[in-house]
């Protein structure tokens, strides 16, 4: 199993740190990088350690909160230290480890708005349910997200909708079912601001069809990078 955890802040560790080979970062918001082989007491083997390193400025440094708990200080310097027993370049390392950030978010909101943090029963087998319900609603509300995209949308802009919006917008509305004429339909209220984005959400849901190789397209644009 591969894995890469951030370090803690030893007298130990620094001294490594003060005594390992250090090259400039370009490819990092660092200003130098390095790594060194080290067994931390308590430790059965040495593991590989990579590092970052960052001059202190006359002004506090800005991070973002997903670094903030990472970095860990001396007098000169402020560092980022990972332990992996992965064999790719510092740089693509410390951006798989970054991504953590991101995926605690979409746990954290699973947790709170999918109810993937409630224990239903005492029973191991129905709390699985559970969890595959829960998953299943929130990637739902991920497609669904998809479906409503502009066409001209691209991976690297497409911004994330949370359940919780998305039910706000499209779910929870204000409306009145009508029969007449052996017809039924929905109003919604004059105030309802998302009208034409919901309607093109129906539409392209209403245009789903099943072909020869399977379902058809309803966008016409793919979804590139």
Not at 147 to 174: C, P, V, W
Not at 196 to 208: H, P
Request: glycine letters at 4%; one cysteine or more.
């Amino acid at each position: 199993m591969q894995f890469i955890i951030s370090a803690q802040k030893t007298s130990r560790l620094v001294d490594e740190l003060k005594a390992a080979e250090w090259k400039r970062s370009p490819r990092t918001d660092a200003d130098d990088q390095c790594e060194f082989r080290y067994q931390p007491e308590g430790w059965g083997k040495a593991y590989r350690f990579i590092a970052l390193r960052y001059v202190k400025k006359p002004q506090p440094r800005k991070t973002d909160e997903a670094q903030q708990y990472q970095l860990f200080d001396t007098p000169e310097y402020s560092y980022r230290v990972f332990v992996t027993n992965m064999k790719d370049a510092i740089e693509l390392l410390v951006w798989f480890y970054s991504q953590r950030g991101g995926a605690e978010n979409l746990i954290k909101e699973a947790n709170n708005d999918a109810g993937l943090a409630a224990h239903p029963s005492a029973r191991w087998i129905m709390n699985c349910n559970h969890f595959q319900l829960a998953m299943l609603a929130y990637n739902l509300n991920c497609w669904l997200m998809l479906f409503n995209r502009e066409e001209a949308a691209k991976l690297d802009t497409l911004k994330h909708t949370t359940l919780a919006t998305a039910r706000l917008r499209f779910l929870f509305l204000a409306a009145k079912i009508w029969r007449h004429a052996g017809r039924v339909g929905v109003s919604y209220s004059d105030h309802y601001a998302e009208q034409g984005i919901f309607s093109r959400l129906m539409d392209r849901l209403r245009a789903i069809s099943f072909g020869e190789r399977g379902f058809m397209p309803v966008i016409a644009v793919a979804l590139r990078c």
